[in-house]
């Protein structure tokens, strides 16, 4: 039997977007914001309001999450009025949000003992993203279980992939944001090279991006790095979170990863400069500081 | 006047298939290579035979040279019987070799005092590039000596830039080297993480090369590292030597890449195995050899 | 008036030969430890036995602990049966742990609620120098408490340094890491290349250690590393433990240590081979792995 | 039979007061400088003055040089009015340089055919221990040469080692580079540590220096670097040059060393800002670069 009744909890930056996908797309909706102002625009577009986790699980076949990090996801998932508590057996939780592998594992062993199930679906995109219903989205859980969540999730993705059991979407979030890390670096050091050797980055890229050594970083993020325009895309704050998250699970599994561990030291550089809240291309300046006399 | 009489020196892996392309433009060629034998396909297509770099330049408006490393540059272009002999005041020559910049500036210099311009014209691509004719060209030098030679390069090139005074060819291609190594270790290290966590490289894959992380190594070489196809595609010897000519440049103009110096010392983990004629996705197996009990 | 009465939680490899040297001083000694066995030695040697953390204080004017790591220190200070629920006010808690400077501080607050004055004492040296009674001891807290802690904490260790505010000995504990950890790779990458390079490594260090790249590292440990002797001193997963407390505590403070970060990616290697019990000296092994074609 | 009659090209800042050394120790000297100024201290201690290397050659037992780079050792010993063309079958020459251990082997291959035998046996102390006496000296070569030279390398030095075939005395002052680096980083991210976590420098040093993670580097330098006295010692430059000789050297062998390749790129951080003449102890300034928000 398809789903119908959805809901979502915690309408971000990200989550909102996607919740308006999921009205778009003609599930009847139930939301939850800590901040209630930010559930108003989605109100006016057809959701229901609920003045908990819990009451939104009440109303729903599929309750989703989208929060900032793997405490928040215990909170909202176990906590007091949290999702347990108002779930009935047989429905199905997704967590959106990006936290370690470990985390949605044991918030989906307790769910499992209540008779939800969980699917840990975190996304890539950005809010641009998020608008278009374009987000790359990974899923880890029971096949079953993300066959029937399927529409639900096409309705917020373009590619939706189930990537294993449970934890595995993290896991695989998790390898996005190495790969997209070092990504980020290739473009800082390949711009830095150009200046440092007289060459005009912009006619680099012109060429680099086309090739081999192309990526979507460099495509997206290095013109705007070159324009001197740090306005975010995704946070370097945020960045560091996952990094954290990488090298937490690595150190875990112990599987060294010498490079992304370069790279969070780099996004350091900008914290400490009191740049968490530009956009990662701004790691162009951290290296870019390490050949200049000058500070930006 | 547009340019018909064309030469090449240096017929391998990538300088045969781009003279080959350069015949099936149309234009006059006339070739030498150090191995004699290697001239026979091209003889075979029309090309004419010369028995020295000097006489090739003799018989050209523009010479081209495809070969090694920077001796070679300067031995095929100053050396005895070398271009620089045998070219005519007013003809061009173009190298696309891989070298270091200031070899590229230096030759260029020499060649002036005699008349003979030049274009430092590096290629990325590899050999299907070169087959395809669809080769990304990054030119440096003079405009207008560019700008008469645009017909000889968009005969092997697809993306073909003038990307500023001579040397900045090579600069850009060192930039190019430098993208690509880090893009190349963003690819081990997510797979490395993945196959750590215990989650399947290839799902990993179909989600990341899909969105923001997404990169031409991603989507062209991760599917052969995961089934352990080392074919080179572009030889971890190569790479290395190229690397070093980043480093050296880097190091003259005091540009700090700590990535780039972490690709190469990982590069060596595999020269060190004896693996210098894999393809350089092999770096998967370097990231792999500091996680795993035992060897491939 | 002079401290008479001390006690000690945690008789581990550490703090039973430093449980000891009290006893030695003269000091009247109580004692607990998780497994009581333990105790036997001590008790042997004059102390007295306690049934608790809380009771040990309840007998003591200053009580120590050594045990491993941020949450032990919660739990014997302010668990159930904690210290903070025996000790007198006016009475003096050292933890000579290694844990989080942040943990340090807010136990300290606890117990300042409480009447109770708090140092956080780290201790370098070893079970070597823990036997000997020649441990480094970094203090931090008030200067009239450490002044009057003075000859306990003489009677364990011979450099006593009052580094700071509560907090700061574990800080400086962490830089002891911190300079410890890179001076362990100094001495892998001297023994690798003199390895590669065909040279005897002892007589490397016949030279190399006597001058300005000499170290106690060097002096003391790369003769057992050369000579495949991996016995503890200080265990691979120990370091693991404070290098990740390093890294914490450098993100809080947005310092960025690339080196650092690198050495605990090569340890990580070390325990990826199921080699966390081994001495810290074998990170030439980790550093070898990257050379060799062949593992140990 | 005693050697009595030595000589010495290159009267630098290490090289004159180790001539001077050997005046002290009574032998008699024949020196070369290309500026010959830096001849007149000399002169006036007692040595004779030639007017070429090949003059000094010609008139000593023992021509020992210290050079900066390996093209001058080859210009000294195999160029025009080279030690080569004036140095007797049976004689000796030293090489104090650091430079690259091929070069060194090079050199002695050319002079082994005219009958001369050759020790490379750079030197560590810096001109302090230069004009102490108290260098450390590796020296290569053959044992018999070695012994037979073994009064004249005492009158310079403290530690004289013979630590292998020639070439080795390179390798294992590569390997000193190596350490000697990687203990500056050491010192230089404990340091940061302890700024970034608000800790007295000085006090972090006052422990850590006397325990297992003390060097010589932290014992000498860091205080100077803390009170940001950057007075050389071993200038930024010609550690440098010293650590891109090492990572050729490894290249060739295939000895990946991560570290070292990190430390460079710091140096290179100095370098950029004009800085090469500091002394190394300002690798805490690249490192403080990185946290800091603002420059010095």
Known sequence: MAVNRVGFVGLGIMGAPMAANLLKAGFALTVWNRTPARMEPLLALGASAADSPAAVAA????????????????AVALGPNGIAGGAAPGSVYIDCSTISP???????HELSGRGIAMLDAPVSGGDIGAKAGTLAIMAGGQAEVFDRCLPVLEAMGK??????PIGSGQVVKLCNQVAGGLNLLAMAEAISLARGAGVDPAKMLEVVGAGAAGSWMLSNLAPRAIRGDYAPGFMVDLMQKDLHLVLEEAA???????????VSQLFQVLQAQGRG???????????????????R
């Open 59 to 74: 109303a729903s076949e599929v309750t989703l999450s989208c929060v900032t990090n793997s405490p928040d996801v215990e």
């Open 102 to 108: 470990e985390t949605a594992r044991r918030v989906a």
């Open 159 to 164: 590619t939706v992939v189930h990537v294993g």
């Open 252 to 262: 875990r599994k112990h599987t060294p990863l010498p490079g992304t561990a370069l």
């Open 277 to 295: 809240s530009d956009g990662t291309q701004a790691i162009v300046d951290a290296v870019a500081r390490l050949a200049a006399g000058q500070d």
